[in-house]
């Protein structure tokens, strides 16, 4: 290996970008999960959530299928949940705070500004139970809501967007034809799942429905409790009064098909996204498995290509007393050698390329964790072990099978 440095450097090479990659899809795997449970739990851990849900005619007995889902994304309507269903759930013992919603996307113009904006229509329980704050006035109170008052909190980029800097408290804009008051600004929150809350805009829900919107359902209702521990009870009770009040007849409490809606608590959301995410993992490990077979068939074409080089110096070897065993374990410690050093130093370049995407996104704005699992490292070094010996075997035995003879007459 040493008189031959070039070629051993190459086909450590092929290793060294399999085993880095595996340790980078773990790591990016575990950055991703990290990510999402932790916007996740800025929504609070203490909360539930009854959305809307198409029905099913197929048997399921998970309350988290994505089915529904993209029912709703191909533009199915589900009008049956209400204002009323939110308050039957706020009378729940568990239950401490709540709110609904819904969500558009309008024009919103100021003057000569104008800007698309989503503006979510909600109750005013939205700024303590989603901890949002407000930066400058207020948030809407719950008899403007039910009044069908218009006002409505910008989101700080959409204030930037409108008024720059000047102040908006008190100025009226426009959504559509209909004249709302701004009565707040609210703090900057960033990015949560991929969507910028600064960007929003927040008004009363009624007023939203009946004069924006022309509906009379909403899409969310979001329930804080006052003891977590009693989450997955009080989401059981959920779901017995929107069945009761949508007419849903179901044999077992874990009949979800007929449901048009879905009661989720953090828990279970949290558990969704990590099989989510670890499905993805999975996935790019076995496009990883690709480059970790080249590298394998690499090291088999080199140590082919060593066996008929060193053809003379096999057969002076088993000349002088060295036997099949010697032989096939000469070769193999040299594959496994190869293997093992380009796993090590994959695991190196995988750890510093990894953090070098923590850095990078934690530069965009991504509250990225630079972690890479115990796994990642067992999985690494087996692989760079099984694919030396897998395809070191090979090479191995043709040299260990050699006549010395005819393999002293090569030379």
Known sequence: MRANKTRTALTVLGMVIGIGSVIIVYSAGAGIENLVIGQIERFGTDIIEAEIKVPTNKKTNSNVSMEGAADLIQGAQITSLTLSDMEDIARLPNVKDIYSMIMAQEQISYGNEMRKAFIIGTNASYEAIDSSDVETGR???????????????????????????????????????????????????GAIMGM?????????????????????????????????????????????????????????????????????????????????????????LAIVAISLVVGGVGIMNIMYVIVTERAAEIGLR????????????????????ITVAGGIAGIIFGIIISYVISIGANYFGLDWEFSIPLQA???????????????????????????????????
Not at 158 to 185: H, Q
Not at 318 to 335: H, M, N, P, W
């Open 318 to 337: 088993k000349a002088v007393g060295a036997t099949y065993s010697d032989i096939i374990r000469q070769f193999l410690i040299e594959a496994l050698l």
């Open 139 to 189: 948030f809407f109170t719950e008899e403007e809501n039910k009044s069908m008052a218009q006002v409505l909190v910008l989101g700080s980029e959409m204030k930037e967007k409108l008024f720059g800097s000047s102040d908006a408290l008190g100025k009226m804009v426009k959504i559509r034809k209909t004249k709302f008051r701004v009565v707040g600004v609210m703090e900057e929150v």
């Open 196 to 284: 910028s809350f600064d960007d929003m805009v927040y008004a009363p829900v009624i007023t939203m429905q009946k004069k924006i919107m022309g509906i009379d359902h909403i899409t969310n209702i979001v329930a804080q409790l006052h003891n977590v521990d009693l989450a997955e009870e009080t989401a059981r009770e959920t779901r017995v009064i929107l069945r009761e009040n949508h007419d849903i007849k179901v044999e077992s409490d874990d009949d979800y098909n007929k449901d048009d809606f879905r009661v989720v608590t953090m828990s279970e959301m949290m558990d969704m996204m990590g099989t989510i995410t670890g499905a993805i993992t999975l996935l790019l």
């Open 377 to 411: 490292y067992a999985v690494s070094l087996g692989f760079s072990g099984f694919f030396g010996i897998l395809f070191g075997v090979y090479p191995a035995r043709k040299a260990a099978r050699l006549d010395p003879i005819e393999a002293l007459r090569s030379e």
